[in-house]
């Protein structure tokens, strides 16, 4: 063995025989830089997830490490998509960290040329204080044939295919109690 | 499916390479039809006219599944005296109220039952007045005759009503070729059987019409006459466009539903008594409505919900007509509506008549957007193309807008079900960037806001409000935990505080809540069922440990239609759920969809109600009778069997009927909304039809700002054939302007042998194809086509026609769009016939249907 070991440092043949790796596709193939290369999603934490698109329901795996993703890439483990995702879902990184997304509350006043940034919790006050005098003001308790409806026709709502059901759940739950009927999502559509 | 839902299409590959044959019927040649072994170039449009030649083909060769549909649809059952079909009034059922323009469908009922049928869970669909309200009792007492001979049992009726639906008509109407037709109704009755079965794929290609229900009703028949509805391989399945576009179905953001199907007050009901006596079924799972509704009030508004306050069923605003997305832009419009929520949703690109929905959105005093980046629909204000020209200038616009960053699904947890029914739990896996919210969140906080400013309040009309049950957990500081809403879906019991594991323990005496009844099981045992991952190759292939599907964890619905009436597998190779006789009770691959230990020997005395009245061979326990029902008695508004009318605009007369339209279809006559004639317009010549592409998402809010695929479809096109471009004039990527009397849209010019003129009536029909997903903001622009269709809707499920209408196109970019809003009228001066051809029989229709909204406008 001592002899092909030598022979080897010339002959990748006999080198192969000698370190039993006949190939070369196993530990030979490795260089010393290569030894200590890691995958990028290496000790990173894995969230099971669903692809956001459409409804086929796809399964995702998101990398996360330091607080950031990664990577989103097709969970093998799912019956329905056996770790397959499209163009939309394998673009699904890009829809979640691109630099398209705003983070900051907007607001944009009545006859207003232009948008401004507000604080979230002042947002929340002003949108609160719209739904409750829109709503005070626009009450039926009645129908103009006389029915009783307790409702307010004054306030829309549209959206949901997109949301969580637990999402679609409190904002039923939330505008029934409010009397608001309009509530309509991309179901018709 | 392949462009569309790509990963769900791998399984039509797999069929195929086990030997299926794989059929595709579109108006255009896609990656679909590549990979098919047929492809069906149809009009858009005319798709009852096809699957309706389809039923006639299986009835008139005797190809029906005999053993199959005799027990287990309404085949047998004979239909009252008084009923008349379509042949018998040029076009017309039955019942037909001219004066209010709708059905009275009480002709349409069984023989031997008085009353009329229920169909489970859709009582709201029936017209408001006409309905005599209808528990279905004696369902038992139904006429039946297995012979299949009596000239009123609904398997003659059919022969009759389908009688010219001959493959002469469906290539004359449809343009598919006879033989290319009679291919396919070989296949597929070929396919059918004890040992085989078929399956139907269908998206919005089908729901986008003015007869969209009835377009599934007609799939509905053939695969019941096939016996290929709860059999492995079988079933209709609806390849749905949003994550969870299933799951705000069934917990529905929708106007005329509770969760989980359950219909929305309306005075039509006389107190809470009458509208449980209303939604009750005799028999089948309706059976326990009163369970389900008052488990939801309990939900909803805990202890202030009792007997005997009526469960607070006045409290629940009432719904007096129809409250849909188009009928509120049109009251928007009109100045009705103040306010506006949008999450999640970009209708200025995805609705019809964009401009018109702009135009409404200018007159609200507040508007509300949450999405990941400033769309259309938030930025209409500023940037839309009628205010950049200074038509509506930005200071003319008095709405106050407010956007609030979106978290993604990868920022917060939660559930989304899938197009299969399946919920899936998605785990959070970072924190949502900067004053980025879930939807969870600000629903809460917003509910929470409320609750303080009327707090104090004494008005009766708050008090729902301030018994709304609004306690959650936090997960994390401010941020309400998913887990525990999910746990309120579920539901719980009110005296042992244990979790619901079926609907079947929810109770009618307000001991159980339950958020949403079809749920319930979800988190049964207290653990989060939707979250389960075990991995496919380590359990069936039915993978009954991957999430949780409604109801009951039951992957395949009616699946006791798996065996045949003796309840043994109809063959070996189609073997699912199953009678096992030694332990007396149902078992097999998935979770029997039937009573656990009914025996398929099991036959109801006359007179029963409730499960009792469910014989062990009735598989659709849905329904009232156990049926699957070829004739709909009742729940569908505009007729009991499909019948072919022309889309609102066409371009030939009707062959079928002398009825043009559906007669109840939903029309908005108002000047921003203009319609062409009926058919034969000479300003718009063309059909149009409009879709999705594999690379961008339906209005674009999740794809048109990713440049990965922008850079894969960067540009608005319309796809034409070689022969229109040469009778226009139009060159291959060149620019052309594609114009309805609603407005115009300019985009690239893709000339390919994929779009084929067909021959219709013996003239030569061009199809116009037109992807949607664009409008003027994004990295990736061009103008919506969506501006081009106006407002008409079918008037069972109020879906929009935008699958086919008609228009014109010209080579060349438009100057400035042309809008109908805004009160630019055509161009083209043509002389109009006058008058012009009907769209409505002469003396069957009021002279404007309902409903007609104000038109301030109006000189």
Same mark, same amino acid.
């Given at each position: 063995?001592?002899?092909?070991?030598?022979?080897?440092?010339?002959?990748?043949?006999?080198?192969?025989?000698?370190?039993?790796?006949?190939?070369?596709?196993?530990?030979?193939?490795?260089?010393?830089?290569?030894?200590?290369?890691?995958?990028?999603?290496?000790?990173?934490?894995?969230?099971?997830?669903?692809?956001?698109?459409?409804?086929?329901?796809?399964?995702?795996?998101?990398?996360?490490?330091?607080?950031?993703?990664?990577?989103?890439?097709?969970?093998?483990?799912?019956?329905?998509?056996?770790?397959?995702?499209?163009?939309?879902?394998?673009?699904?990184?890009?829809?979640?960290?691109?630099?398209?997304?705003?983070?900051?509350?907007?607001?944009?006043?009545?006859?207003?040329?232009?948008?401004?940034?507000?604080?979230?919790?002042?947002?929340?006050?002003?949108?609160?204080?719209?739904?409750?005098?829109?709503?005070?003001?626009?009450?039926?308790?009645?129908?103009?044939?006389?029915?009783?409806?307790?409702?307010?026709?004054?306030?829309?709502?549209?959206?949901?295919?997109?949301?969580?059901?637990?999402?679609?759940?409190?904002?039923?739950?939330?505008?029934?109690?409010?009397?608001?009927?309009?509530?309509?999502?991309?179901?018709?559509? | 499916? @392949?462009?569309?839902?790509?990963?769900?299409?791998?399984?039509?590959?797999?069929?195929?390479?086990?030997?299926?044959?794989?059929?595709?019927?579109?108006?255009?040649?896609?990656?679909?039809?590549?990979?098919?072994?047929?492809?069906?170039?149809?009009?858009?449009?005319?798709?009852?006219?096809?699957?309706?030649?389809?039923?006639?083909?299986?009835?008139?060769?005797?190809?029906?599944?005999?053993?199959?549909?005799?027990? &287990?649809?309404?085949?047998?059952?004979?239909?009252?005296?008084?009923?008349?079909?379509?042949?018998?009034?040029? #076009?017309?059922?039955?019942?037909?109220?001219?004066?209010?323009?709708?059905?009275?469908?009480?002709?349409?009922? &069984?023989?031997?039952?008085?009353? =009329?049928?229920?169909?489970?869970?859709?009582?709201?669909?029936?017209?408001?007045?006409?309905?005599?309200?209808?528990?279905?009792? @004696?369902?038992?007492?139904?006429?039946?005759?297995?012979?299949?001979?009596?000239?009123?049992?609904?398997?003659?009726?059919?022969?009759?009503?389908?009688?010219?639906?001959?493959?002469?008509?469906?290539?004359?109407?449809?343009?598919?070729?006879?033989?290319?037709?009679?291919?396919?109704?070989?296949?597929?009755?070929?396919?059918?059987?004890?040992?085989?079965?078929?399956?139907?794929?269908?998206?919005?290609?089908?729901?986008?019409?003015?007869?969209?229900?009835?377009?599934?009703?007609?799939?509905?028949?053939?695969?019941?006459?096939?016996?290929?509805?709860?059999?492995?391989?079988?079933?209709?399945?609806?390849?749905?466009?949003?994550?969870?576009?299933?799951?705000?179905?069934?917990?529905?953001?929708?106007?005329?539903?509770?969760?989980?199907?359950?219909?929305?007050?309306?005075?039509?009901?006389?107190?809470?008594?009458?509208?449980?006596?209303?939604?009750?079924?005799?028999?089948?799972?309706?059976?326990?409505?009163?369970?389900?509704?008052?488990?939801?009030?309990?939900?909803?508004?805990?202890?202030?919900?009792?007997?005997?306050?009526?469960?607070?069923?006045?409290?629940?605003?009432?719904?007096?007509?129809?409250?849909?997305?188009?009928?509120?832009?049109?009251?928007?419009?009109?100045?009705?509506?103040?306010?506006?929520?949008?999450?999640?949703?970009?209708?200025?690109?995805?609705?019809?008549?964009?401009?018109?929905?702009?135009?409404?959105?200018?007159?609200?005093?507040?508007?509300?957007?949450?999405?990941?980046?400033?769309?259309?629909?938030?930025?209409?204000?500023?940037?839309?193309?009628?205010?950049?020209?200074?038509?509506?200038?930005?200071?003319?616009?008095?709405?106050?807008?407010?956007?609030?960053?979106?978290?993604?699904?990868?920022?917060?947890? #939660?559930?989304?079900?899938?197009?299969?029914?399946?919920?899936?739990?998605?785990?959070?896996?970072?924190?949502?960037?900067?004053?980025?919210?879930?939807?969870?969140?600000? =629903?809460?906080?917003?509910?929470?806001?409320?609750?303080?400013?009327?707090? @104090?309040?004494?008005?009766?009309?708050?008090?729902?409000?301030?018994?709304?049950?609004?306690?959650?957990?936090?997960?994390?500081?401010?941020?309400?935990?998913?887990?525990?809403?999910?746990?309120?879906?579920?539901?719980?019991?009110?005296?042992?505080?244990?979790?619901?594991?079926?609907? =079947?323990?929810?109770?009618?005496?307000?001991?159980?809540?339950?958020?949403?009844?079809?749920?319930?099981?979800?988190?049964?045992?207290?653990?989060?069922?939707?979250?389960?991952?075990?991995?496919?190759?380590?359990?069936?292939?039915?993978?009954?440990?991957?999430?949780?599907?409604?109801?009951?964890?039951?992957?395949?619905?009616?699946?006791?239609?798996?065996?045949?009436?003796?309840?043994?597998?109809?063959?070996?190779?189609?073997?699912?759920?199953?009678?096992?006789?030694?332990?007396?009770?149902?078992?097999?691959?998935?979770?029997?969809?039937?009573?656990?230990?009914?025996?398929?020997? &099991?036959?109801?005395?006359?007179?029963?109600? #409730?499960?009792? @009245?469910?014989?062990?061979?009735?598989?659709?326990?849905?329904?009232?009778?156990?049926?699957?029902?070829?004739?709909?008695?009742?729940?569908?508004?505009?007729?009991?069997?499909?019948?072919?009318?022309?889309?609102?605009?066409?371009?030939?007369?009707?062959?079928?009927?002398?009825?043009?339209?559906?007669?109840?279809?939903?029309?908005?006559?108002?000047?921003?909304?203009?319609?062409?004639?009926?058919?034969?317009?000479?300003? &718009?010549?063309?059909?149009?039809?409009?879709?999705?592409?594999?690379?961008?998402?339906?209005?674009?809010?999740?794809?048109?700002?990713?440049?990965?695929?922008?850079?894969?479809?960067?540009?608005?096109?319309?796809?034409?054939?070689?022969?229109?471009?040469?009778?226009?004039?139009?060159?291959?990527?060149?620019?052309?302007?594609?114009?309805?009397?609603?407005?115009?849209?300019?985009?690239?010019?893709?000339?390919?042998?994929?779009?084929?003129?067909?021959?219709?009536?013996?003239?030569?029909?061009?199809?116009?194809?037109?992807?949607?997903?664009?409008?003027?903001?994004?990295?990736?622009?061009?103008?919506?086509?969506?501006?081009?269709?106006?407002?008409?809707?079918?008037?069972?499920?109020?879906?929009?026609?935008?699958?086919?209408?008609?228009?014109?196109?010209?080579?060349?970019?438009?100057?400035?769009?042309?809008?109908?809003?805004?009160?630019?009228?055509?161009?083209?001066?043509?002389?109009?016939?006058?008058? #012009?051809?009907?769209?409505?029989?002469?003396?069957?229709?009021?002279?404007?249907?309902?409903?007609?909204?104000?038109?301030?406008?109006?000189?």
């Amino acid at each position: 063995m001592g002899f092909l070991k030598i022979l080897g440092d010339h002959w990748p043949l006999a080198k192969q025989i000698a370190e039993r790796d006949v190939t070369g596709l196993g530990s030979l193939s490795w260089s010393e830089r290569s030894v200590g290369l890691r995958p990028r999603i290496d000790g990173a934490e894995v969230h099971q997830s669903v692809c956001p698109y459409c409804a086929v329901g796809c399964g995702q795996k998101v990398y996360v490490k330091d607080g950031k993703i990664l990577d989103i890439e097709g969970d093998e483990d799912s019956p329905i998509s056996r770790g397959r995702l499209c163009p939309k879902g394998s673009a699904t990184f890009q829809l979640v960290t691109g630099t398209h997304r705003v983070r900051n509350v907007l607001y944009r006043k009545p006859y207003g040329t232009a948008w401004e940034k507000i604080p979230l919790e002042q947002a929340m006050e002003m949108v609160a204080a719209r739904v409750k005098k829109t709503r005070d003001e626009t009450w039926d308790a009645k129908d103009e044939k006389g029915h009783d409806v307790q409702r307010t026709l004054g306030i829309a709502h549209l959206g949901g295919a997109t949301l969580d059901n637990e999402e679609n759940y409190l904002l039923k739950k939330l505008y029934t109690s409010l009397g608001i009927v309009q509530v309509e999502n991309q179901a018709r559509i | 499916m @392949a462009e569309c839902h790509p990963v769900g299409f791998q399984w039509v590959m797999e069929a195929k390479a086990r030997g299926a044959t794989i059929i595709h019927v579109d108006p255009r040649f896609t990656r679909t039809s590549a990979m098919a072994d047929i492809h069906a170039p149809i009009r858009a449009g005319s798709d009852i006219v096809f699957l309706g030649g389809i039923v006639r083909y299986i009835l008139e060769n005797d190809k029906a599944f005999k053993e199959y549909i005799i027990p &287990y649809t309404n085949a047998a059952n004979i239909i009252n005296k008084e009923f008349k079909d379509t042949e018998e009034l040029a #076009g017309f059922f039955s019942g037909w109220d001219p004066v209010k323009g709708e059905y009275d469908g009480a002709s349409w009922g &069984y023989e031997g039952v008085e009353e =009329t049928i229920p169909a489970g869970g859709h009582q709201e669909a029936v017209p408001g007045g006409s309905t005599p309200h209808v528990p279905g009792k @004696a369902v038992t007492s139904a006429r039946r005759d297995e012979t299949l001979q009596h000239p009123r049992c609904v398997y003659q009726i059919m022969r009759r009503h389908f009688a010219r639906y001959t493959p002469a008509m469906v290539a004359d109407v449809c343009g598919v070729p006879e033989e290319l037709f009679l291919r396919i109704a070989e296949a597929l009755c070929k396919n059918s059987g004890r040992d085989r079965t078929g399956a139907f794929c269908y998206a919005v290609g089908w729901t986008h019409h003015t007869v969209a229900v009835q377009y599934i009703r007609t799939a509905a028949i053939i695969q019941l006459l096939l016996g290929n509805m709860g059999r492995p391989g079988g079933g209709i399945m609806a390849l749905r466009g949003h994550a969870s576009i299933q799951g705000s179905t069934d917990i529905p953001t929708l106007f005329n539903l509770l969760p989980g199907y359950i219909p929305m007050r309306h005075p039509k009901y006389n107190g809470v008594d009458d509208y449980l006596k209303s939604n009750t079924a005799s028999a089948g799972i309706w059976s326990a409505f009163p369970a389900y509704f008052i488990s939801l009030m309990k939900a909803w508004f805990g202890d202030a919900a009792t007997k005997e306050n009526g469960w607070r069923f006045n409290w629940l605003p009432a719904i007096t007509g129809d409250h849909s997305h188009m009928a509120t832009v049109a009251d928007m419009v009109d100045g009705k509506v103040k306010g506006y929520l949008v999450m999640g949703e970009n209708p200025v690109v995805g609705s019809m008549n964009g401009t018109l929905q702009r135009k409404g959105m200018a007159k609200l005093d507040w508007m509300v957007v949450r999405d990941f980046a400033l769309t259309e629909t938030a930025d209409f204000w500023r940037t839309a193309p009628e205010v950049v020209s200074g038509e509506v200038p930005s200071g003319q616009i008095g709405t106050e807008v407010f956007f609030f960053p979106a978290a993604a699904h990868t920022e917060k947890e #939660g559930t989304f079900t899938n197009t299969q029914r399946l919920l899936q739990w998605h785990h959070k896996a970072v924190e949502p960037p900067g004053a980025a919210r879930s939807e969870l969140e600000f =629903t809460w906080k917003l509910g929470k806001r409320l609750k303080a400013l009327y707090a @104090a309040s004494r008005d009766s009309k708050d008090d729902a409000l301030r018994a709304l049950t609004w306690e959650y957990p936090e997960s994390s500081p401010g941020e309400p935990d998913a887990a525990a809403v999910l746990r309120e879906i579920n539901g719980q019991g009110l005296l042992d505080g244990r979790y619901i594991n079926a609907y =079947t323990e929810l109770k009618d005496d307000g001991t159980t809540a339950c958020g949403c009844w079809i749920y319930a099981g979800c988190t049964a045992g207290g653990v989060n069922q939707t979250a389960r991952r075990k991995p496919a190759r380590e359990q069936s292939y039915v993978a009954p440990e991957w999430g949780w599907a409604w109801p009951n964890n039951r992957r395949m619905l009616y699946n006791r239609a798996s065996a045949d009436p003796a309840g043994n597998p109809w063959s070996e190779r189609k073997r699912y759920v199953w009678w096992d006789a030694a332990l007396g009770k149902w078992t097999g691959v998935d979770v029997p969809d039937f009573i656990a230990d009914r025996a398929p020997t &099991y036959r109801p005395v006359p007179g029963a109600t #409730g499960l009792d @009245a469910i014989s062990g061979t009735d598989p659709f326990i849905m329904q009232t009778d156990g049926k699957g029902w070829l004739f709909a008695p009742s729940g569908i508004v505009d007729g009991p069997l499909p019948a072919h009318y022309e889309p609102q605009e066409s371009v030939v007369e009707n062959a079928l009927y002398p009825q043009q339209c559906n007669p109840m279809r939903m029309e908005w006559h108002r000047r921003d909304n203009p319609y062409h004639l009926a058919y034969r317009d000479p300003r &718009y010549p063309f059909l149009i039809t409009t879709y999705r592409l594999t690379e961008h998402h339906t209005a674009g809010g999740m794809s048109r700002w990713l440049s990965w695929l922008g850079e894969l479809m960067p540009e608005m096109f319309c796809e034409i054939s070689p022969e229109l471009a040469a009778e226009r004039g139009l060159e291959h990527t060149g620019w052309a302007t594609v114009s309805t009397a609603r407005g115009e849209v300019q985009c690239r010019v893709v000339v390919t042998q994929r779009m084929r003129p067909l021959r219709i009536r013996g003239k030569m029909v061009h199809q116009i194809g037109m992807p949607y997903h664009w409008s003027w903001i994004g990295r990736v622009r061009g103008d919506a086509a969506n501006d081009l269709i106006g407002f008409v809707a079918d008037p069972n499920v109020h879906i929009q026609e935008s699958k086919v209408l008609t228009g014109n196109i010209v080579p060349g970019r438009r100057a400035t769009a042309r809008r109908a809003t805004l009160g630019g009228s055509p161009g083209n001066a043509i002389e109009l016939p006058e008058p #012009g051809p009907l769209r409505n029989l002469p003396g069957m229709v009021p002279f404007k249907r309902q409903p007609l909204q104000n038109d301030p406008e109006k000189e």
